[in-house]
């Protein structure tokens, strides 16, 4: 299922030999370490988070946990150089973290927000608002970004979607989330240009079957070194492999496509126009999204396009994408990924209920291969409302949270249920009324699936 690069990409990824990978890998350390010791001591660079035991005797360095610290002071570690070490002791998360994740939840929450799944709208399944005033009209008239580009998954052929949408819909490219770069404002104030991409989660039946397509299948992204010991899901390869057919409001190829291209733009003409400018590329997603986040981190980094810029996921309420080759991979290419994970979250532990990193030590060694295994840094909260099962996965209960600084739940629980009650009417009750559709005739097991997929919507539970 792998897509083949095209012509400016095989190039690209040609020339990135792995030995100046290594370097460049090297000397982002060194920066970091350097940044770090201008802001106190900070525990070395890992490729995993640390003991709860051993981040609970790390004691912060002063500066950085000053009032004073800011966002441009200590950017790299906000962005992970050093698995942000020191900055998430239990019950202590570095408040300009907290802050800076927060922001990037609000960003992500812009997608929902703006979603149109009104199915006499022109814009079925497409954004409500033209790049230029979208942000605004979701409520972040600040933002301090400007979209270049919004961004298109179409279903994958083999996803029965016909029985669960209009056919008028079949193969047509949704609206999945945004490109956009930060201002000259915003970028002084995060010390350095920022490149980022939001994605929403699962909203469509047809997205749906293909979160059920729960296989492990090899990404061969590089087309010079396809590594097929790197596994990710099926179904979230098939969402970002899958090209549009219909090209509708600028959604020509696939998501995978799209992102190569418009990133690795942005990433050479931010350099080109702003020399000795930092640049870094942000990836936030919620459930569905942040696994598409993680999966285009892994290929942009796998064919070189960030040109060394940083590569971050801020994951929130994220699922399991690959096999424990792909975290290796992704550790190896210097990818970083912050998974906010609420404790009582189902999605966070799918897929690989049974296989998976826990358990793969005590199985044959021919079956570990097909163990998922998460990537990167948990940053945990702990959240569940008995009358509101559905919220422990809502993203607006995140944000609240990580606002509220993770202590008051009954003040992140209101918020939470103001957040719910806003989209009553609008996104989810839509969302209700497209699964809820009367299916005619006879149900073969791949209706079977999506009903099942349309019952766990009902549950809120992805």
């Excluded at 809502?394 to 957040?419: E, F, H, I, M, N």
Aim: with cysteine; aromatic share 6%.
């Amino acid at each position: 299922m792998a897509l083949a690069a095209t012509t400016t990409t095989t190039k690209a990824a040609a020339a990135m030999a792995a030995a100046p990978r290594r370097q460049w890998r090297s000397q982002q350390q060194v920066r970091c370490r350097a940044a770090a010791a201008a802001g106190g001591s900070v525990a070395a660079v890992t490729t995993a988070p640390a003991p709860v035991e051993e981040a609970a005797r790390r004691v912060p360095a002063p500066r950085m946990r000053s009032a004073a610290a800011t966002v441009a002071g200590m950017w790299r570690q906000v962005q992970g150089c050093d698995d942000w070490a020191g900055l998430l002791e239990p019950g202590a998360v570095h408040p300009v973290l907290r802050a800076e994740v927060a922001r990037y939840g609000d960003l992500v929450d812009a997608c929902y927000k703006a979603f149109d799944l009104d199915p006499s709208s022109r814009r079925y399944l497409n954004c409500k608002y033209g790049r230029e005033r979208m942000l605004a009209e979701v409520g972040l008239p600040g933002a301090g970004y400007e979209i270049t580009r919004y961004v298109y998954a179409a279903p994958p052929d083999e996803v029965p979607v016909p029985t669960m949408e209009p056919a008028s819909t079949s193969g047509r490219g949704r609206w999945i989330g945004y490109v956009a770069v930060s201002t000259d404002e915003m970028t002084r104030r995060l010390g350095r240009r920022d490149v980022l991409v939001s994605f929403r989660g699962t909203v469509t039946p047809a997205e749906w079957a293909a979160n059920l397509m729960s296989s492990l299948e090899p990404a061969r992204f590089d087309p010079c070194d396809p590594r097929p010991e790197v596994k990710v899901e099926s179904g979230f390869l098939s969402l970002y492999t899958s090209a549009d057919k219909t090209c509708r409001f600028g959604g020509a190829g696939s998501c995978r496509e799209q992102l190569l291209r418009e990133v690795s733009r942005l990433v050479e003409s931010c350099g080109k126009a702003h020399p000795g400018e930092d640049v870094s590329v942000t990836l936030a997603g919620h459930s569905m999204g942040s696994a598409l986040a993680l999966l285009f981190a892994y290929d942009l980094a796998e064919l070189g396009l960030n040109r060394g810029a940083p590569v971050t996921v801020f994951s929130f309420g994220g699922p399991r994408v690959g096999n424990a080759a792909f975290k290796a991979r992704c550790d190896e290419l210097g990818v970083k990924a912050l998974r906010v994970a609420n404790v009582h979250d189902p999605i966070t532990k799918l897929p690989g209920i049974f296989l998976n990193e826990a358990t793969a030590g005590v199985l044959r060694p021919s079956w570990r291969g097909s163990c998922y295994t998460h990537v990167g840094v948990e940053l945990p909260l702990d959240f569940i409302r008995v009358a509101d099962l559905a919220s422990v996965h809502d993203l607006g209960t995140y944000v609240a949270l990580l606002k509220s600084g993770g202590g008051d739940k009954q003040a992140a629980s209101r918020s939470a249920s103001s957040t719910t009650e806003r989209r009553d009417g609008g996104v989810l009750a839509k969302v209700m009324e497209f699964v809820g559709r009367r299916r005619a005739g006879p149900v073969p097991w791949q209706d079977a699936a999506l009903q099942m997929g349309g019952l766990v919507q009902t549950l809120g539970l992805i």
